[in-house]
């Protein structure tokens, strides 16, 4: 993976990306090709499909027409679709063998020795053990017990693309994929902040505000309107994030109900998790001295453009200065993060209510078992934000480039450090991807400042001592990442202000942040086939996204489905449905009682918050027939479902 560094100046430049491998993928037009798996509500799953020409978004088990399907085809033998919206990508999973094992640049593209399993519903789980054994694997963690998937370690002599091949042969087995690593490889050059004392503001304030009659992101005029809510939860998801550091302290997430893991897999988790190590400290891990401590850095960098504590005279600015950031740490000091890291603290991030989710990483390969998270935590209303990737080319990165991800590519510097211009500040950043397959919007991604950790390798450098806290410039699409996701916090700390809450969907915030942007200049740089621009779209604008932020962008919320009622233990009435709605505000659930054929007027008895798909009702009698009635409302409509459920209380 490269890095920019530019000897004749002495200052932090990051650049995250890597040398992307070129997969030929032959695209094959019959039907009955490819996995599928049960899909209801909103259920971990992942989604089904019949081939390639089935489009892998929204209904994933309905095929398009003839045409759609062929011009879906199409676009995807010749690289080149942009349908302009977050959720509108389309994702093809590579066989095991594939995927070789190492990149261009020697590092491993997957963990070795180690196999991600899925089984089909209906698998016993001593069938599920007599196939893991009959590799002479073992079972390494329990990635989910309800859809039978895994994270299982090979034994010697069998090799990950001939085990995954095996398993894909047998009926029970939904998918095996390799535990694929993602990689920053952000690796630092210099610390510098102390030579601009005193100016950390200024040094930020040429893509917060911009240059002369260019307000770049313009967020100066945007924080007037709102700097953001401590209720908005940006989780980090990197290298960890040094949770002490004086800019970022106040901000960081304490987990709210600790006690709701401490029989779980989270003991201790107050302030996050490591899914690297496994254990309840997000901190980096500070290295060794030896491996160049690459990583170290990098987390707590993206946490501070993201939600930095601001307006508190010292250090720097956030995008969203009062957001909290949760910690997840799924890189150690040097090398890459698993896909089974990835995939876990997205889940994480889902239950534990983190409104927007940060990566800034990547992969030239797919992983269903990242996709499947990613689908969940679209599915509980959660903004996911990614960097495009740092390889100047138009080639996909991944989770940048999956649906429901926003995949965010990177403007060049107007700072003072590069001796550079307006002009230059519109341009696109040397290193960035380009083109509609690759990028979603731009944002500034050169000499971007921020908070920062010293690493082992720092103070045998002679830079201080490890552990220090510091500030460095970085450059690359990882820092690009992040600015955009603090814009996320600051659309949905406007919805919470204007009493909107959750009634403006994710899809519908994504698409605010997609198109209220600055359109940009043709890049002569990059091939004609990139587009008019660049990117495909533009750079956000943070005044521009607010100001959209009203109830005319609230919709009616679809009516729940399949509404039950059954007998409670040891009393009451256990209320059940499905939502089918990503922007309701709360849910009504209503009662009448059912007397010689009579059924009274139904009365409301509770309200449940968005997402809710339960409720028991305590205050039902014994020896009386109920209906219920549960409706979804938001500021703009209520609607019912469309059945009532009756039940008789024993």
Not at 423 to 432: E, L
């Amino acid at each position: 993976m490269e890095f920019l560094y530019n000897p004749n100046v002495i200052r932090r430049v990051v650049v995250y990306g890597g040398s992307v491998i070129l997969l030929l993928v032959f695209l094959l037009l019959g039907r009955g090709f490819g996995q599928s798996a049960p899909h209801s509500g909103k259920s971990r799953s992942l989604l089904t499909f019949d081939g390639f020409e089935h489009a892998l978004m929204g209904d994933a088990g309905k095929a398009p027409d003839r045409d759609s399907a062929l011009e879906l085809r199409h676009e995807m033998m010749d690289g080149n679709s942009d349908h302009g919206t977050v959720r509108d990508k389309q994702v093809v999973f590579a066989s095991a063998r594939d995927i070789p094992p190492h990149d261009e640049s020697g590092r491993p593209n997957y963990v070795p020795g180690q196999l991600i399993i899925r089984f089909r519903g209906g698998v016993p789980h001593h069938r599920q053990d007599e196939i893991v054994e009959g590799l002479g694997a073992r079972i390494l963690r329990t990635l989910d017990v309800r859809h039978g998937e895994y994270l299982v370690v090979l034994s010697g002599g069998v090799s990950v693309p001939a085990a995954a091949e095996q398993l894909a042969r047998l009926q029970e087995v939904d998918y095996a994929e390799p535990n694929v690593l993602h990689y920053i490889n952000a690796v630092p050059t210099d610390e510098y902040y102390s030579s601009y004392e005193d100016q950390p503001t200024e040094l930020q304030r040429w893509y917060f505000n911009g240059i002369g009659a260019d307000a770049n992101l313009n967020a100066e005029a945007a924080w007037g309107i709102t700097t953001g809510s401590s209720n908005i939860i940006i989780a980090v998801i990197d290298t960890g994030v040094a949770i002490n550091h004086p800019d970022l302290a106040a901000n960081i997430w304490t987990n709210p109900n600790p006690a709701q893991d401490t029989n779980g897999d989270y003991f201790g988790d107050l302030h996050g998790w490591d899914f690297y190590s496994n254990d309840n400290d997000p901190n980096p891990d500070l290295g060794d001295g030896t491996s160049g401590d690459g990583n170290v850095f990098h987390g707590t960098f993206v946490a501070g453009v993201a939600a930095a504590v601001s307006d508190n005279g010292i250090g720097v600015v956030g995008a969203s200065w009062h957001s909290q950031i949760m910690p997840l740490k799924v890189f150690t000091n040097s090398g890459g993060a698993p896909a089974s890291a990835i995939a876990e603290a997205i889940l994480y991030a889902t239950d534990h209510g983190a409104n927007v989710i940060n990566m800034s990483f990547g992969s030239p390969l797919t992983s269903r078992l990242v996709y499947r998270a990613i689908q969940e935590a679209h599915a509980n209303r959660v903004i996911m934000v990614a960097a495009a990737g740092n390889n100047n080319s138009s080639s996909r990165s991944y989770p940048a480039s999956y649906p429901f991800v926003i995949s965010v590519g990177g403007t060049a510097s107007g700072s003072v450090l590069s001796d550079s211009s307006a002009d230059n500040m519109r341009k696109r950043a040397s290193f960035s991807e380009y083109g509609p397959r690759a990028v979603d919007v731009v944002a500034p991604a050169e000499d971007i400042v921020s908070t920062a950790v010293l690493s082992k390798t720092d103070e045998l450098n002679g830079e201080g001592t490890a552990g220090d806290f510091k500030y460095f410039a970085g450059s690359g699409t990882s820092f690009a990442a992040p600015l955009v996701a603090g814009e996320a916090a600051l659309l949905l700390a406007r919805a919470q202000q204007l009493g909107l809450g959750d009634a403006i969907s994710v899809d519908t915030i994504e698409s605010v942040i997609v198109n209220a942007t600055t359109p940009l200049a043709s890049d002569p740089t990059d091939p004609a086939t990139a587009g008019a621009n660049w990117d495909g779209h533009g750079r956000v604008d943070f005044l521009a996204a607010i100001q959209q932020i009203g109830p005319a962008l609230v919709t009616a919320p679809h009516a729940p489905q399949r509404l039950l009622a059954r007998p409670a233990s040891p009393a009451g009435v256990e209320l059940d449905w499905i939502d089918r709605s990503d922007n309701e505000q709360g849910f009504l659930i209503e009662r009448a009682a059912k007397s010689n054929g009579a059924v009274g007027p139904f009365e409301p008895i509770a309200e449940v918050g968005p997402g809710e798909s339960g409720y028991t009702d305590t205050t039902a009698q014994s020896g009386v027939t109920y209906l219920y009635s549960v409706a979804a409302f938001n500021v703009a409509a209520t609607n019912s479902a469309r059945k009532c459920a009756s039940v008789t209380v024993p």
